[in-house]
């Protein structure tokens, strides 16, 4: 496989070289976990950017990441090798409730079906607009490994998967503790690390890696199954706050922002949260058409 | 008469005299785990071996069970007689606890977690909290990060490096 021009930050970027790259990137995902898939598309958008320069600071083990892939250069060529060599996602432990971690991205239509039917008191407006919310949370389910909305740890009886880079602030004592007694599956991320991947905490960062139980997470079979958790969530807020049916039902994104952050469901500041969520509703209500 | 008066005084002091619960703390060696509350008394295990703590006299010493291996720490919250959920969103570095139809934001990740009734306690590298479920509240009891955690008997206690903090909790 060749590229004509060159690929991400100041590059040429014809679409057919875009696509290729893309592809090349999605084939060995897993090893930019907690990384998402990218749209395979030939537009070089910052996602595109950003997962070139993962791969080649990860990967590649380049100490100047320029996001950028040349033709016939070394990230291209580490790119191509590692596609060919990505295998199924490793299971980590010889725990039978152990599945390997799948990026399980569903469409905006699949998950605003699934809430109707899930949920007798919603209507269109009111699915689509907590399909939203599942969106902004997940940029768009890329995020969305093995059906677990919303992250839910697990422990070790039921159905799990791992995840890479689990990220912990903690005091440098603490921190240095926490890596002493994980077996060799943690350590204190460096400065370089943590400006790299935007941690933002006031001493130390400790990273853990699988399968150390903070890297466990639920896996579910179905985005139904996965649903079931996070939905009786939201109705237990919505018996206990009547205007969070109502916002939903009303697309006010605003004001389901505002229901859900009363309700302690996210700690980011509420107009990002809004504005998440504002963004993904248009962009669902665009793919799907007019309510009827 | 004077005897009445006399009986009632020493009734009085008596009543005065009985210790109020109050929080304290003692030393561990090494990493403490299998922490359970029984009988008033706390036990665990730590370097030293089996300990028993007396609630009532905060009187810390050699018990003569046997320390099994370490069992994991609860992480998720899970296997508890509350439904509870813990949330790591990945851009995040807080785990949120979902109970009841109510979140809780904690400080750090969750290192363990042990309920009592509708009680929810819950260590982070950076606290400790308290979690009433049936009245939708949470208390922090510490601003120090701990490993493992038990709760029971009206008392909870958590690891906090080098000692073991227990409270009252009702």
Redesign the interface.
């Known amino acids: 496989m060749t590229l004509e021009k060159s690929v991400g930050l100041g590059g040429a970027n014809e679409s057919v070289d875009v696509l290729a790259v893309k592809k090349l990137i999605n084939q060995c995902i897993g090893l930019l976990q907690?990384r998402g898939p990218l749209v395979e598309n030939g537009f070089c958008d910052t996602q595109t950017i950003e997962a070139i320069q993962d791969f080649q600071s990860r990967v590649v083990k380049n100490p100047a990441p320029d996001g950028r892939v040349d033709p016939g250069g070394k990230t291209l060529e580490i790119l191509i090798a590692s596609a060919a060599s990505s295998k199924p996602a490793p299971i980590f432990t010889n725990n039978p409730n152990e599945v390997s971690t799948k990026t399980t991205t569903p469409s905006p239509g699949e998950v605003v079906s699934m809430l109707l039917l899930s949920w007798t008191a919603l209507n269109a407006n009111g699915a689509r607009t907590l399909a939203a919310q599942f969106m902004a949370?997940t940029a768009g389910g890329r995020?969305c490994f093995n059906w677990n909305l919303?992250?839910?740890?697990?422990?070790?009886?039921?159905l799990h998967m791992y995840l890479r880079n689990?990220?912990?602030?903690?005091?440098v004592?603490?921190a240095l503790?926490?890596v002493s007694?994980s077996g060799g599956l943690a350590h204190v991320a460096t400065a370089e690390e943590i400006k790299q991947r935007g941690?933002?905490?006031t001493n130390a960062v400790?990273v853990f890696q699988p399968p150390h139980?903070?890297c466990?997470?639920r896996a579910y079979s179905s985005l139904a199954d996965g649903a079931q958790?996070w939905l009786n969530?939201h109705?237990?807020?919505a018996?206990?706050n009547i205007t969070f049916l109502t916002s939903l039902n009303a697309g006010d994104t605003a004001a389901v922002a505002h229901a859900l952050k009363l309700?302690?469901?996210?700690?980011?500041p509420e107009a990002d949260y809004a504005k998440g969520m504002a963004s993904q509703k248009a962009k669902i209500d665009l793919v799907l058409g007019p309510i009827r | 008469m004077i005897r009445l008066a006399l009986a009632l005084l020493l009734l009085l002091f008596a009543s005065c005299s009985e210790r109020k619960a109050q929080p304290f703390e003692i030393p561990v060696q090494g990493e403490a785990h299998n922490l359970s509350f029984e009988a008033g008394l706390l036990t665990f295990c730590d370097g030293r071996g089996a300990r028993k703590v007396d609630l009532k006299t905060a009187q810390d010493s050699v018990s003569e069970r046997v320390c099994p291996k370490p069992a994991e720490a609860n992480t998720a919250c899970s296997g508890l007689k509350l439904d509870v959920s813990v949330r790591s969103p990945a851009s995040e570095a807080n785990d949120i606890v979902d109970v009841n139809g109510a979140s809780y934001p904690m400080k750090g990740r969750v290192h363990d977690c042990a309920a009592e009734g509708s009680l929810l306690i819950v260590v982070t590298a950076l606290g400790a909290s308290l979690i009433d479920t049936a009245k939708g509240v949470a208390k922090e009891l510490s601003q120090q990060g701990g490993d493992r955690v038990a709760v029971g008997s009206g008392w909870a206690a958590w690891t906090e490096g080098a000692r073991m903090r227990l409270t009252p909790v009702n």
């Open positions: 907690p949370e995020f919303g992250n839910v740890k697990s422990g070790p009886d039921d689990v990220w912990e602030c903690d005091t004592a603490g503790a926490q007694k941690w933002n905490c400790v139980p903070q466990r997470f958790r969530h109705k237990s807020i018996l206990k309700a302690g469901y996210y700690t980011a």
